[in-house]
């Protein structure tokens, strides 16, 4: 039965981070929205750890804000603590991070869905497309009703033929208590979309008063807390970007009554239980065929190739504010439950501890990122969009930078408009979905700021000012938010130009700063300036050389990644280009000359090549 005569816009499978953002970015710009989800209660659910933001993380988070996208404001509101990660380092690589409460982001977030115009939220369980001549028209789901849309966007998550690990104990579902989609694989494969697998897992949860805190050290949240969202730059109008219901939701002032996180060691016990019990590991015992994420690894891996490390930091999270549950940070496993147990006892601090949830390692299918367009669109099927850890990502800020990403490109596309395509040299999600679509991945890819190279521009405070042209162009922020940023730019440029060009003892300010001039000494008009604004113009007079000299080498980059490649190119048929670069150019299908460089196996000859060859076609009259 087909549920709807009219088509959607947008629809949306899966509401976890990654749906949710692309949901609510779509029904901001006026598209009619439905989002999909086998279960309404668990949206944007905190899978694994109950935390926002980190290394490169923290700064999705603020261009997410800066896009208009609701991670931020969520995490703010419903945080219980905040810490700036690198703060005895550079601006450029200092990240936000907050702790939330896992259960009132969960709810605060579903409430934000239930009140935005244009989005209807239905709970049914997607298992397969409706294709018409190669393109997806909608979906189908385990009600037997069928959804048509002009596109689709898939945020399944870990939910693909998923099956948990523990020990040799296996469950099906992408999230312990939760289902599994079983038949959605097999529709994409059927519409030619290559499946892989990869795999992830998650630390037990202990029960916080059965816990010895004297044996830990205690990691308190910052006196005065980095919050995500700009908050300077909006108004009572638009904080929440919902009409004005009279209805509460929850959340609390940000940064206020922040709670403790707690510091342990495992021990040369713990290393032993673990060694000795590594073939009942799910892991190594030849159970998960998916590769796991490198950069965060279970307690086996950690013994096992860093073993010259006598011990290994973990960290005690509470889950929320009215749960006395603790996250284990660090001691992701797939071992059996009794080898769970033995290790979690042998820990300074968790002798009697009792487990709520015990740890488990899931594997998933996801689809390799390099089958779809910059634009996050599948190169298989027309309308079709992919977001999240489907495209092999992992982590709720990538889910959700994705998920923001594609649902504003849906839109476009249902429009017949141009698309948002954010560029490397613009912010790190450029980069982590450059890198998706060019590179793919054969494991889960985590954001670092080491990806980016030209992270200098990318310090966090700057994610707005980075994005306006962006927001002001797809329409993804409010006019008055446009208006107080373009005068945030003013004041910023204002205040740089004049600490470069006024002088104080025979030299100009911006001399004194870069030789580390305290900013209490700097001109008391400066001083009285928001932090916001303040921060940024003495960052940008600071490292004046260091930011000119990345911009000149944009500049230098930027030729090549104007030049756009014709739609249909046939590879094979340029003279000169080497076989295996035309069939890794055929399969990729790249935008610009830029984005060919960076594909494995395209070496520089093979660019200019092909630069030539563009140039003649238009030379000759053809696009």
Request: hydrophobic share 35%.
């Amino acid at each position: 039965m087909i549920y709807n005569k009219i088509p959607y816009d947008v629809i949306v499978c899966g509401a976890g981070h990654a749906g949710a953002e692309a949901a609510l970015a779509a029904a901001r710009m006026g598209a009619s929205t439905l989002l999909l989800t086998g279960n309404i209660d668990t949206i944007a659910q905190m899978s694994c750890n109950p935390a926002i933001g980190g290394q490169a993380k923290g700064q999705i988070v603020r261009e997410i804000d800066a896009l208009g996208g609701e991670m931020a404001i969520n995490t703010d509101v419903t945080g219980i603590q905040f810490r700036l990660l690198n703060e005895s380092k550079g601006p450029a690589v200092q990240s936000p991070r907050a702790q939330s409460d896992k259960k009132a982001y969960q709810f605060r977030l579903k409430h934000t869905i239930e009140l935005q115009p244009n989005l209807q939220l239905f709970q049914a369980t997607v298992t397969g497309l409706v294709f018409e001549k190669g393109r997806v028209t909608g979906v189908k789901t385990n009600l037997d009703l069928e959804f048509m849309g002009k596109t689709v966007v898939v945020t399944t998550g870990t939910f693909l033929r998923a099956l948990m690990h523990i020990g040799q104990n296996k469950n099906e579902g992408g999230r312990m208590g939760d289902f599994t989609a079983k038949t959605l694989s097999a529709s994409f494969q059927k519409a030619g979309i290559e499946l892989q697998r990869l795999k992830t897992g998650t630390p037990p949860r202990l029960l916080g008063r059965s816990l010895d805190f004297s044996k830990m050290e205690e990691q308190r949240g910052d006196p005065n807390p980095t919050l995500f969202a700009f908050h300077d730059t909006r108004d009572s109008n638009n904080m929440f970007h919902v009409e004005q219901t009279g209805e509460q939701r929850l959340g609390w002032k940000p940064g206020t009554d922040q709670v403790s996180c707690w510091m342990t060691y495992t021990t040369e016990e713990t290393a032993q239980l673990v060694k000795d019990n590594l073939k009942r590991s799910a892991l190594y015992g030849g159970e998960i065929e998916g590769v796991g994420p490198r950069y965060c690894p279970s307690i086996e891996d950690k013994f096992v190739r860093f073993a010259d490390k006598p011990r290994h930091l973990l960290f005690l999270e509470p889950e929320g504010r009215s749960t006395n549950e603790y996250y284990v940070n660090g001691l992701s496993t797939s071992l059996p439950f009794d080898v769970q147990v033995a290790m979690v006892r042998s820990v300074p601090g968790l002798e009697r501890a009792e487990l709520l949830r015990p740890a488990y390692a899931v594997e998933y299918d996801f689809a390799q990122p390099t089958q779809l367009f910059p634009t996050l669109e599948s190169k298989k099927v027309e309308n079709l969009f992919f977001a999240g850890q489907i495209n092999g990502t992992s982590g709720y800020e990538e889910a959700a930078c994705q998920g923001l990403i594609a649902g504003v490109n849906a839109v476009h596309k249902a429009r017949g408009e141009e698309p948002l395509i954010i560029k490397r040299h613009e912010g790190y999600i450029g980069v982590l979905i450059d890198d998706l679509v060019t590179k793919g991945t054969n494991e889960p890819y985590r954001m670092f700021t080491s990806r980016a190279e030209h992270r200098l521009l990318f310090n966090h405070g700057s994610a707005e000012l980075r994005m306006i042209e962006h927001a002001r162009n797809h329409k993804l922020l409010t006019d008055n938010r446009i208006n107080s940023i373009d005068s945030k730019i003013e004041s910023i440029n204002h205040w740089r130009e004049k600490l470069e060009t006024q002088r104080h003892e025979g030299k100009t300010w911006g001399d004194h700063i870069r030789r580390d001039m305290t900013m209490e000494s700097l001109p008391e008009a400066f001083q009285k300036l928001s932090p916001e604004i303040r921060d940024e113009v003495h960052y940008r007079v600071r490292y004046q050389g260091y930011l000119e000299r990345e911009q000149r080498q944009i500049v230098k980059l930027d030729n090549v990644e104007k030049i756009n490649i014709p739609a249909g190119l046939d590879f094979m048929a340029i003279k000169g280009l080497r076989k295996e670069s035309a069939l890794k150019l055929t399969e990729f299908k790249p935008y610009t000359l830029g984005q060919a460089s960076r594909i494995s196996g395209v070496n520089p000859a093979d660019i200019s090549v092909l630069m030539v060859y563009i140039a003649a076609r238009k030379r000759s009259g053809k696009t």
